[in-house]
């Protein structure tokens, strides 16, 4: 199942991801230096303030901000990205978005820049939006489910509980209520994109009414729901379960101090979330084999970012990035135009191959952008993608955890101090061998549950001080790191022992 929570920044309009805002003011001392050049909230011309509007008028042309995900069946994109040892994964990127904004002038690189830029937002407008996917199967057969039963499912929630219908043609793809949606993934899960929320304990109770939806409609089917980080017992290309938190920014200094500090704690979230631990009905060798699939996959798009602790990082220096990340697709009149390993700059200079003469629009840009997979991704809010799915315990640990770290400039400052003298090597062991090995993972002195000790009493001592009393809701973390024992472990330890060698339970254990 996916988590995905997302911290927001939009202007106005605020959309339905999670939504975690916060301010990085530049701090004497800061773990990593921020260059002078600070883009700000207002700029004149093509900045950010006139490419908020052109974004907005485009963002309410389409259901929600989360957009629809849609099985690749139903002429719906699943990217396949292979790796060396010629495994397909295929990844769902962010729907596209429909080309309502149309280019009067070619766009520049300042333009794409502005664009990032815009995401800017001011800490009274900060909100927590929740987003996570669950795998449908069969209770009888433990098969995934089919396409068929998922249309009844959502037709049969939208008919129940006055949910209004996304279609595709003929099919049934998504539901949107308010300002929250759920939408189909290429692997047949279900998705619960939230509304923006003020409080974690709004979120969950948001969730809860999501699961009890999905829940009375689904056990008349004989459906249940799967929480989990990768599927157990299906085919290994089926594809993996990913919890997103999406965090906001209100300068170029806080998006950098945010990033940094993302990347770096990326393997914690890891080792606290880990719940993959079986590939095709037996164990696999790993904690979490979705984090471990993604060192070995598209390296041009995936990874750890050295370039972000680099003193000149920004924005700017992001685009440079994204700009050499090959293109997959443009997505024109409903229709995917393949333009698998061309290059952004030459779409930007008219001379793409697949579309000559043609410039790109914002809406070309934003879905370029969902097709590149690093740990933290930067859109106009940053992406943590570190961690697994897992059962309706943890679905509100993981946004606790990263507001705790990110809301609160203390906790903030604490994390950046700490980091501040670990190495590019380190941070890149850190992440090749937290998958296999946890918190037992060696670093320096003793191991990562040390350090995780730690960042955890960051996380609430920041809950503490937003004075919601939401420390509660990192209980399932305290007893994962007060054991040392991740969720994948006692999950391993059921199948050697109670569970016979046997992954089947597993659909019982984590049930929602």
């Known amino acids: 199942m996916l988590v995905r929570n997302r911290l927001n920044f939009r ?25 002078s050049k600070i883009i700000q909230c207002k700029i004149r011309h093509n900045g950010v303030n006139s490419f908020a509007n052109t974004v907005d008028s ?17 002429s719906s994109v699943g990217i396949g990205l292979g790796n060396r040892h010629r495994r397909q994964v295929y990844v769902a990127a962010s729907p596209p978005t429909e080309d309502a904004v149309i280019s009067t002038e070619p766009l520049t690189k300042e333009d794409l820049v502005g664009y990032l830029a815009s995401g800017c937002k001011p800490k009274e407008n900060w909100r927590i939006g929740t987003e996570h996917e669950k795998f449908g199967f069969e209770i009888g057969t433990l098969n995934p489910m089919k396409y068929e039963q998922i249309a009844e499912l959502l037709n049969g929630i939208s008919e129940r509980f006055d949910w209004d219908k996304i279609m595709e043609g003929e099919n049934i793809i998504g539901l949107k209520q308010n300002n929250q949606s759920i939408s189909l993934e290429p692997g047949g899960q279900f998705e619960l994109s939230g509304a923006p929320l003020e409080t974690l304990h709004q979120t ?49 200094a806080d998006m950098i101090k945010k990033f940094r500090a993302g990347l770096a704690l990326q393997p914690i979230a ?29 390296n041009n798009r995936s990874g750890m970012l050295p370039f972000v602790f680099d003193d ?58 969902t097709t590149i997979f690093p740990e933290v991704r930067l859109k106009r809010y940053l992406e943590m993608r570190g961690a697994d799915g897992g059962p309706w315990r943890r679905l509100c640990a993981l946004p606790a955890f990263w507001v705790g770290l990110l809301y609160d400039n203390d906790s903030l400052q604490n994390v950046l101090d700490m980091i501040a003298d670990w190495t590019l090597e380190e941070r890149e062991m850190l992440r090749n061998k937290v998958p296999k090995e946890g ?15 730690e960042v955890l009493k960051f ?21 994962v790191v007060d ?29 929602y």
């Open 58 to 74: 485009a963002r309410m042309r389409s259901p929600s901000w989360s957009s629809l995900k849609v099985k690749p069946s139903l």
């Open 439 to 453: 918190l037992k993972t060696p670093f320096r002195d003793g191991l990562l549950k040390h350090v995780t000790q």
């Open 270 to 298: 890891t080792a606290l979330f880990a719940n993959s631990p079986f590939t095709e009905g037996k164990p696999n060798g790993y904690l979490s084999m979705r984090s471990q699939i993604w060192t070995d996959t598209d």
């Open 483 to 511: 054991t040392g024992i991740t969720p994948a472990e006692k999950l391993l330890a059921l199948y050697h022992g109670k569970w016979g060698r046997s992954v089947d339970p597993v659909f019982e254990e984590l049930l």
């Open 11 to 35: 202007n106005k309009n605020v959309e339905n991801r999670v939504v975690l805002v916060m301010a990085l003011m530049s701090h004497p001392g800061s773990s990593h230096s921020i260059h």
């Open 312 to 369: 000149s990082f920004g924005f700017e220096q992001y685009v440079e990035y994204a700009l050499d990340v090959p293109m997959y697709f443009v997505y024109r009149k409903k229709k995917y135009i393949d333009c698998a390993g061309m290059s952004f700059r030459d779409f930007l200079a008219g001379k793409l191959p697949s579309l000559p003469g043609e410039y790109p629009t914002l809406n070309d840009w934003e879905n370029h952008l």
């Open 459 to 479: 996380s609430k001592d920041g809950l503490e001080r937003r004075g919601f009393k939401e420390t509660g809701f990192l209980n399932e973390l305290t007893e």
């Open 204 to 252: 969950c109770a948001e969730v809860n009414s999501h699961l009890y939806q999905v829940k009375a409609v689904a056990e008349e089917m004989g459906i249940g729901f799967l929480g989990i980080g990768f599927q157990p017992k299906w085919r290994r290309e089926d594809i993996p379960i990913m919890p997103k938190v999406n965090l906001d920014f209100d300068s170029e």
